[in-house]
């Protein structure tokens, strides 16, 4: 071993150097050199920092740097997210899409152009003008349908989800809902007066009732009790027919 080589190292070094840190790795463990100022230093890490990847040979375990335009990568050749200003497209990065293609920049990756599509139209609707389904000869009919997939930057746009068109039906008139809703109003109050003029009448038979029978026991109380009248056969005395 050399002079200034240790084996008693620490942080997961297998060999180090006082000058020069790590020099190789404990088994699984990445070798990557780290630049201080102007000195790199070796260290040993479970796995590789951003911009690096790694890669395992028998003797030796290393993290190599990805292309410069590329934050983490796979191998050297397959980026998995690129740098601020490029987008993700195959593993690669770039500034520009491909043709077909459309920049997110939400994920900053090349994704597909997304059209809109809408569902079916429905079935026209009954002919109607100004809410009403009678009354009328010409009105309109309209029919809808649905947005399924709302489209991408670059889609092609919604067409219109609704249309509507002229009709004409056979002219039937139109029950008088009015009429008919002031008939019923009039009905309830007439029957809710008639139950009121029932209420009061019989309030006022009630009262007159109470008033007689009261005015008759007033009349009991200031009249004087009558006499009976003598029974005539008793009080005449009987006859002496002796003399």
Known sequence: VHPNVSQGCQGGCATCSDYNGCLSCKPRLFFVLERIGMKQIGVCLSSCPSGYYGTRYPDINKCAKCKADCDTCFTRNFCTKCKSGFYLYSGKCLEKCPNGLEANNHTMECTSIVHCETSEWSPWSPCVKKGK????????????????QHPSARGNPCPAISESRKCIVQRKRCQKEGKGKKNREEKRKKS??????????????????????????NNNKTQPKKRKAPNKEQDLAPVDTAH
Do not use: L, P
């Not at 389904?133 to 399924?148: A, D, P, Q, W």
């Not at 809710?192 to 007689?212: F, I, L, P, V």
């Open 133 to 148: 389904t009678c009354g009328f000869k010409r009105g309109n009919e309209v029919r809808v349908r649905e947005i399924v």
């Open 192 to 217: 809710n007066k008639d139950e009121s003029k029932e209420t009061r009448q019989e309030s006022k038979g009630r009262a007159a009732r109470r008033q007689n029978r009261e005015q008759r026991e």
